[in-house]
Each structure stands twice: as structure tokens, then as C-alpha cells.
């Protein structure tokens, strides 16, 4: 909730999604997943989540008003759609009807290229190599495709990209996790946009246990394509794993990588935000600590002293902190409500650590 009220949807969509991994039917998280959902845009996946929660709860006023709105917004979409359609259509019968309108002159059309037949062959034959399970033979193919083509490279950048793609698939199946973000990323250098090359390059820092770099190149992934199904469980997986090493504000440690901009991850603003911060920072300078002499006078003493008692330590219980969030929501404070309930998520974990 504090990170809906923050419009941090992505970070909201992590927790909602790691409990729903947990209680796939809770009626809370389904409820706030389709809100992050819905200021996403991705209104067919908001309704879905809103009509699950209306089959257990078929009078929840809150649901319906914004299973309304997400229709409406839907419908909306359709006609504006319909529109451009009709429109783009009005005009092309108006130049075949021989409309006397200024005739302007246009650029000829892009030259259509096809592939070399060399490249298809060895990419044909990688491709049955692979789904053979031969993935040595297909990994030799893909470099001669790769190799074959790139003369022409900056002519055929797609198909370099899908190439490197499918070359570093089975970098990933034979173990190579090394050359297999090598070329993920040489192959996001023609297609920086290429979804699938950054789930790839994920999956192998996964599989070498670089969590952070797995999570920034899984959310850039979905931030482009957010219909793979294997980016979101990974994520919320990983993102677990990195709140379990890292504590509440795991985010900050998130890595940069030159190919990820912060319009794919904007968990990586958090931590950037963060080290302006810090450097901007000042070192408090130690008080004196008054410590009293023998005769009733007191003398200035450094806090170092070993004269001067520790203070005590604050006893923090998982209700109090909980009970303090709620209080810091209704005030509307939501940055300190999200410190309270990822202080709270802390603690939880530790209580079963302990319990077990």
C-alpha cells in the first residue's frame, strides 16, 4: 500500500506478487496488484485480477467502481483505435477517388533485404541442431551465421540480435553462463530493446548467483514484454533472496549496468537518489558528554569515554512498529510507513529463523 501511495508500482508489484505466491487467493493483494496493473496501463490483466476477487467478494464497492473505470478506459481505447482506422481508410479512398489535393512528392520506399541464402542455411540447420538437443553442433552454426553475416551487420541488426540470442541459448545449455551474457549483451548493442536478450542474460547471471544483476536485467526484460511468465516468478524469487541478504532497503544495492536505462528499472532512481544523498551528507560532529566529579562539579568529557554508560537500546516489537506504520499512513506519511512495514517484514523472517 505504502509503495501504491509512493506510485513506486513496480516495487508494489514485487510484494503483492510474492504474497499471492504465498495466498494465491488473497482478495488484498489481487485487489492492489490490479491497481498497479491499472496505472501500467495493462487494464486486460487489472480486470482479470478484479473479477477473481468479485467471485469471493460479489459486493466489494471499491472493486466494482474501478472494474468500471478499467472498462470504461478499455472501451475507450477501442474506439479511439477504431477512429485512426477509419480515418487512415478515408484517406486512402480519397487519393484512389482522384481527389484533387496537392500532389506531394514521397521517399521511395525502404529497399527490402533478404538474408543471405548462407546465413539462413547454417541458421535453418542451428535451429534443428538445437531442438535435436545437439547444442554443441548448434552453437558451431550460430557462429558461422553469425560470422557469415556480419559483413552486413549494420544492414541486418535484428537478425544479428536474434542470432546472438539464439547463440547464447546454447552458451546457457551447455553450462557457459560467461559467453552467454557476452552475447546478450553484444546483441543488445543492435536491438536495445530485445526482451528476450535481456531474460536470457538474467537467467544466466541467476545460474552464477549475481542476484542483482539478475533482477535489473528481469525487470528490464518485463518493462519491455511483460507477458513472460518465467521473468515474473524469477523476479519475485530473487527479489526475496536479495530482501532476505540486504534487509529492507535492498534496492539501493541494486547494480547499474550501461545498457539498462532507468526507464526499464526504476528501482535503479532509488539507489541513485540514495548516493546523492549520502554524498551529500555530513559526519556529525561528537557532543560532549558532562560527567560528574567527586565535589558535585562537572567536567566536559568525550563520548568515547569509558566512564559514560551506553544508552540503552530500543526494544522494538513486530506490533508496535506495525501499529506505528498504520499511524504514519493515516498522517499520510508513506516513505516512513514503508520503513515501519519493511522493518516489520524483517523481523517476521527472523522470528521464524529463530522458531525453526
Request: glycine share 4%; with cysteine.
Amino acid at each position: 500500500m505504502a509503495y501504491l501511495k509512493l506510485k513506486n508500482h513496480s516495487a508494489a508489484l514485487d510484494d503483492v506478487n510474492e504474497v499471492l505466491r504465498q495466498e494465491p487467493d488473497n482478495r488484498k493483494a489481487l485487489h492492489r496488484r490490479a491497481q498497479c496493473f491499472l496505472a501500467e496501463g495493462r487494464y486486460a490483466e487489472a480486470e482479470a485480477d478484479l473479477v477473481r476477487v468479485l467471485e469471493s467478494e460479489p459486493n466489494h464497492s471499491q472493486v466494482k467502481a474501478l472494474l468500471d473505470e478499467i472498462r470504461v478506459k478499455r472501451e475507450g481505447e477501442v474506439k479511439r483505435k477504431r477512429v485512426e482506422i477509419e480515418e487512415n481508410g478515408d484517406e486512402s479512398e480519397g487519393e484512389e477517388c482522384g481527389d484533387e489535393s496537392p500532389v506531394v512528392s514521397e521517399p521511395p520506399p525502404p529497399k527490402c533485404l533478404t538474408l543471405p541464402d548462407d546465413v539462413v542455411a547454417f541458421k535453418d540447420n542451428a535451429t534443428k541442431a538445437f531442438k535435436s538437443g545437439n547444442f554443441a553442433r548448434a552453437l558451431e552454426l550460430y557462429s558461422q551465421a553469425i560470422e557469415a553475416l556480419k559483413p552486413a551487420c549494420e544492414d541486418f541488426k535484428d537478425a544479428c540480435a536474434s542470432l546472438l540470442n539464439n547463440r547464447a541459448a546454447c552458451h546457457n545449455k551447455v553450462g557457459d553462463c560467461q559467453s552467454c551474457i557476452k552475447d546478450c549483451t553484444q546483441g543488445l548493442r543492435f536491438n536495445p530493446v530485445h526482451a528476450k536478450l535481456f531474460a536470457r542474460r538474467a537467467s544466466a547471471y541467476d545460474t552464477l548467483e549475481k542476484y542483482g544483476d539478475a533482477y535489473v536485467n528481469y525487470k528490464a526484460a518485463l518493462s519491455i514484454d511483460s507477458s513472460l511468465a518465467n521473468a515474473h516468478q524469477a523476479c519475485s524469487r530473487i527479489g526475496s533472496e536479495l530482501r532476505r541478504l540486504f534487509g529492507s532497503k535492498w534496492r539501493e544495492r541494486l547494480p547499474r549496468q550501461a545498457d539498462i536505462p532507468l526507464s526499464l528499472v526504476p528501482e535503479l532512481e532509488v539507489k541513485e537518489n540514495s548516493e546523492e544523498e549520502a554524498k551529500g551528507e555530513e559526519v556529525p560532529v561528537p557532543v560532549p558528554v558532562p560527567i560528574p566529579e567527586e565535589n558535585g562539579e562537572e567536567k566536559k568529557e568525550s563520548h568515547l569515554s569509558s566512564s559514560t554508560p551506553p544508552p540503552e537500546k530500543e526494544v522494538k516489537t513486530y506490533e508496535g512498529i506495525r501499529l506505528k506504520g498504520n499511524q504514519f499512513v493515516k498522517e499520510s506519511k508513506f516513505g516512513e510507513a514503508l520503513e515501519c512495514y519493511s522493518e516489520c517484514i524483517e523481523i517476521d523472517s527472523s522470528d521464524r529463523k529463530s522458531g525453526s
